[in-house]
């Protein structure tokens, strides 16, 4: 009896534990609370050209999300926990078709999703750099390309260097003999057998002439420049030499101490020159001769020439201060008046300057169009002149 009762009080035990164990199990299930987190994921745009770039948004059901990680489909990864790493953007660089992801956690529940990517091929494009790209012939330049685009299987690379010359490859040398401008063009053709053309400009230039000799066409702005101021002094010089040369062949040679009057047609001067007969009383006077001769006297008297420019000038008065001076008063109208070479007048008029006989200022001259230098009486000169008009000189000259 006894031994069935504790039998009994075993078997309730264990259907009491059992009972329990069940119980509990079921009232678990029933408390778990469910998440709800979801996410939507979106791109913009989803399919284009390469380079292509995407901006995504990750949009949750509920919640707050405390991470994002993220992956692009291209072997690039972004995570981040602000609320700017839920809406990302990306470039994808090359044509391709990629699955992007996210991943959005809020504390320790998680949910993803999922979207695809296409980003295509652009148009078949070309760029040609080379270096140098000017230079002395003969100048060897190295010519590079860039392609993108097409079907990305690029099967033709053809050159044409503007001289005559062709080449084929991605990266190639010519050298261009001759000076001159010349286009290098690139034209690469894909798989599709689309083509494209590029090209760029070569400058060459002729080697410098050798050292000690200079082409007249290397002179440049200033080198001509140089070369026309030399013509033009050497004209010049030329044309006062010419009209000088034609004085003296045209103005008898009259020394100090010679005849008043002008030498016969038959006599030669000192110099042997043979002088045409004197101007007749009707020939017309030239712009600086005068009407009369303020020294003329009844031949047979001598006059030296520094007394004839006394009487010369006297006749030609004092001119004021503000008057404009007579063209006989100059080293010209002298020489033409007195028919002296103006370079015979030189020296006598320097030795009566420094007599204190003439005196000498530059001023306007009637009918010259720029001031000269002009020569007039001193009060001692105008003394002499006095003299010679009322004396006739007597003696050897002075």
């Known amino acids: 009896m006894p031994g069935r009762a504790v039998a009994l009080l075993l078997v309730a035990s264990v259907g009491l534990v059992v009972l329990g164990g069940l119980a509990s199990a079921g009232g678990a299930r029933a408390a778990a609370p469910s998440s709800g987190l979801s996410v939507s994921l979106s791109a913009t745009p989803s399919y284009g050209t390469a380079p292509l770039l995407v901006d995504f948004e990750a949009t949750v059901s509920s919640g707050t999300p405390t991470a994002y990680n993220w992956t692009f489909g291209d072997g690039t990864y972004l995570n981040g926990t602000a609320a700017s790493a839920?809406?990302?953007?990306?470039?994808y660089t090359d044509p391709g078709s990629f699955t992007a992801s996210v991943v959005v956690a809020e504390g320790t529940v998680v949910a993803n999703s999922?979207?695809?990517i296409h980003a295509i091929a652009g148009p078949l494009a070309v760029r040609v750099s080379a270096s140098p790209v000017s230079g002395i012939a003969p100048l060897t330049v190295s010519f590079?390309?860039?392609v993108t685009g097409g079907t990305e299987t690029y099967l033709v690379f053809n050159w044409t260097f503007g001289d005559g010359g062709t080449g084929s490859g991605s990266r190639v040398n010519w050298?261009?003999?001759h000076?001159?401008?010349f286009y290098a063009e690139l034209t690469v053709e894909d798989s599709g057998l689309d083509q494209a053309h590029e090209g760029i400009w070569v400058n060459v230039s002729a080697a410098p002439a050798a050292k000690g000799g200079t082409s007249i066409t290397d002179l440049g702005t200033l080198g001509w420049g140089i070369v026309g101021f030399a013509v033009g002094l050497a004209v010049a010089v030329l044309?006062?030499?010419?009209?000088?040369w034609i004085a003296s062949r045209r103005t008898p040679v009259v020394p100090d101490g010679a005849a008043t009057g002008p030498p016969s047609p038959t006599s030669p001067t000192p110099e042997g020159e043979v002088l045409p007969p004197p101007p007749s009383p009707s020939r017309p006077a030239t712009a600086l001769a005068q009407p009369a001769r303020p020294d003329a006297r009844p031949r047979g008297e001598t006059l030296h020439l520094s007394q004839r420019i006394v009487l010369h000038l006297a006749g030609q008065g004092n001119p004021g201060p503000y008057d404009v001076a007579l063209p006989g008063a100059t080293q010209a109208g002298m020489s033409t008046a007195l028919e002296v070479r103006q370079n015979a007048l030189t020296n006598v008029l320097r030795r009566l300057i420094d007599g204190g006989v003439l005196?000498?200022?530059?001023r306007h001259v009637r009918g010259q169009p720029r001031r000269?230098?002009?020569?007039h009486l001193t009060p001692r000169g105008e003394l002499l002149a006095r003299e010679l008009r009322h004396r006739p000189p007597r003696g050897p000259a002075e």
């Open 239 to 244: 044309a006062v030499l010419g009209r000088s």
């Open 175 to 177: 050298t261009y003999e």
């Open 144 to 146: 590079q390309s860039t």
């Open 114 to 116: 999922t979207i695809d």
């Open 179 to 181: 000076p001159g401008d």
């Open 86 to 91: 839920g809406r990302p953007s990306h470039v």
């Open 372 to 375: 000269l230098k002009v020569y």
């Open 359 to 362: 005196a000498v200022e530059v």
